[in-house]
């Protein structure tokens, strides 16, 4: 199994849409969350920390379920500039991070 | 503030060449460093944590005799990618980390290309 595993995708979803990713993980002593977005060709750049009482920034919402070791990032209101690969990431205790695939996303007018 | 840097930013070489690609945390000191490699259409993969004047430790799979990595001060580390082969061509970036801070700040990558 995976250490994280995330729907690949592709999800293409018309401007304004709302869409759901969601991200699982193996080592119950994960320590820190956080969704990624990365261009083609560019490193990651981080989009949001996730905390356990959920958090949003702006169109994005971002959700840690530790019982059941997932977290979820939802965007809201799809802008073109949205399109781009979505990598969750959870940082151990021994203070590696691991990456998942990536969920490809595109956004169409 | 937090920024990292890489060089170079891509690089072309022959098969049986050994290529050097430096990664400096420009305003801060990093406590650790990571290198991880990024084929085409995946993700993200570790391949060693690094921390300033002891060995890097690297993941499985990876070959330290392969890929040297040099973390000789807090703001500079270096991966050397020896007798390198086509199979290595990949993109190779580099994060930092800095005590009391959770995210990991990346450099920009490095693209390798090995003829």
């Known amino acids: 199994r995976k250490e994280v595993e995330q729907d690949p995708g592709p999800f293409n979803v018309p401007e304004g849409a709302t869409v759901a990713f969601n991200c699982t993980y193996s080592?119950?002593?994960?320590?820190?969350f956080f969704w990624y977005r990365q261009d083609c060709r560019k490193e990651p750049k981080l989009l949001m920390s996730v905390y356990s009482s959920g958090n949003e920034d702006g169109r994005f919402t971002a959700q840690l379920n530790r019982a059941s070791q997932y977290i979820s990032l939802l965007i809201r209101d799809s802008k073109l500039s949205d399109s781009a690969t979505y990598l969750c990431?959870?940082?151990?205790?021994?203070?590696?991070?691991?990456f998942g695939a990536g969920t490809r996303l595109t956004v169409k007018p | 503030g937090a920024v990292v840097s890489q060089h170079p930013s891509w690089v072309i070489c022959k098969s049986g060449t050994s290529v050097k690609i430096e990664c400096r945390s420009l305003d801060f000191q990093a406590t650790t460093m990571f290198w991880y490699r990024q084929f085409p259409k995946q993700s993200l993969m570790l391949m060693a944590t690094?921390?300033?004047?002891?060995?890097?430790?690297?993941e499985q799979g990876v070959e330290k005799d392969k890929f040297l990595i040099n973390h000789a001060s807090l703001t500079l580390s270096t991966l050397t990618v020896t007798s390198a082969h086509p199979e290595d061509s990949s993109f190779y970036i580099c994060?930092?980390?800095?005590?009391?801070?959770?995210?990991?700040?990346f450099g920009p990558g490095t693209r390798l290309t090995v003829l």
């Open positions: 990431a959870v940082r151990e205790n021994n203070n590696d991070m691991r």
């Open positions: 994060s930092a980390t800095l005590m009391g801070v959770s995210e990991q700040f």
């Open positions: 690094s921390n300033e004047g002891s060995k890097a430790t690297y």
């Open positions: 080592n119950s002593a994960s320590q820190s």
